[in-house]
């Protein structure tokens, strides 16, 4: 783990990519999981869930490599805030960091209960094809987990945007992209 440093201002490269990939991975899954299943039952279907399968399967490695790069190489800067608030962003990064381990492994298993079809090349077969509540309530634990992520990521943002327009104190600044 690389030491503080206090004369940095900026998050390295690495570290703002692994960020903002993050959250516009996490957008657009969820925009994608709410037209899913707009679609026709078929091939178009289909696709559109692979779509949506294949983003979490990006997902879950972007997180684990933004995991492995903030304990190994990440640049860290000296803490935002004191006391509380300092406690509550790391409850809010570590949170967010938990549940999106757990929405790409509850997503997994949900793939593997459902049994699905990867873009009509390849068929992952159902877990208990017969037990039809095993997919359904796998799937609203999925569903439950991506609402919780947007409302914490709701008060991450928030919480930057207030730094930024109340408080002005640069923490914003920290995670945009320098050239």
Do not use: C
Request: charged share 15%.
């Amino acid at each position: 783990m690389q030491p503080i440093s206090p004369i940095r201002k900026h998050y390295d490269r690495a570290t703002i990519f692994f960020h903002w990939a993050t959250a516009l991975l996490v957008a657009g899954q969820w925009l994608g999981a709410q037209v899913i299943d707009w679609f026709p039952s078929g091939p178009l279907r289909v696709d559109a869930r692979s779509v949506h399968i294949t983003g979490g399967v990006i997902l879950a490695a972007l997180l684990f490599a933004r995991i492995v790069w903030r304990g190994t190489g990440g640049r860290r800067l000296p803490l935002a805030d004191r006391g509380i608030l300092n406690v509550a962003a790391k409850a809010t990064h570590w949170g967010l960091y938990a549940l999106l381990a757990a929405m790409v492994l509850v997503g997994l298993f949900l793939v593997w209960a459902r049994g699905d079809s990867i873009f009509n090349i390849f068929t992952i077969p159902a877990f208990d094809p017969a037990n039809k509540n095993i997919p359904k309530q796998t799937g609203e634990i999925h569903e439950t987990i991506a609402w919780i992520i947007l409302g914490l990521a709701g008060v991450h943002a928030a919480a930057a945007l207030f730094h930024r327009i109340v408080w002005k104190d640069g923490v914003l600044e920290r995670m945009v992209w320098r050239s």
